[in-house]
């Protein structure tokens, strides 16, 4: 196996969209990694997972929530993020259930998870952190930002990407 696996950073502090673009990216470079079948997928798929976890949850519990409170969203545009993020939890089983990562039905998986992934990281991008960068004050991000990381460390230290808890997520 060729390239070394990219870290998940722990971040404690920082503007909370910022914070949450550092993720977007990381959830591209993963997926590129992923396409690699030098690469080892196993490893890359657990990080993978783990992260979308933990970065969801914690912005369902945490970031939506305040954005509405502030009329940075609506109600609908936080329900459709979390809709969103079921759609990414359904799309991801396959793959962790996947027990050969380098067959065709692998990378059909992770097709679809790229795919739904990509969707919602350009709507989430576009119709909930534009509006937050514009209607949240700064100091206000900064400290959504605390919260949001805080939660999300937290989760990626319990294990939050297994199959077992992505299955719990899903109510299976």
Not at 8 to 19: A, C, S
Not at 85 to 104: F, G, K, Q, S, V
Not at 132 to 159: I, M, P
Request: glycine share 4%; proline share 3%.
């Amino acid at each position: 196996m060729t390239t070394e696996l990219p870290e998940i950073t722990r971040p404690r502090t920082g503007d909370v969209v910022e914070l949450i673009l550092e993720d977007h990216r990381a959830f591209e470079t993963m997926l590129r990694e992923l396409r690699n079948d030098q690469n080892d997928r196993d490893a890359l798929r657990g990080r993978l997972s783990a992260l979308l976890v933990a970065h969801g949850e914690a912005e369902e519990s945490h970031v939506y929530p305040e954005l509405k409170r502030k009329d940075a969203i609506d109600a609908d545009e936080a329900e459709h993020g979390e809709e969103e993020h079921r759609e990414i939890y359904e799309a991801l089983l396959p793959l962790l259930e996947a027990t050969d990562l380098y067959d065709e039905d692998a990378s059909h998986a992770l097709h679809e998870l790229s795919e739904t992934l990509l969707h919602h990281l350009d709507e989430e991008e576009r119709d909930i952190l534009n509006p937050a960068r514009t209607d949240v004050a700064d100091a206000d991000r900064a400290r959504l930002g605390e919260v949001w990381a805080t939660r999300r460390n937290e989760l990626l230290d319990s294990g939050c990407g297994s199959l077992e808890q992505v299955r719990s997520l899903l109510g299976e």
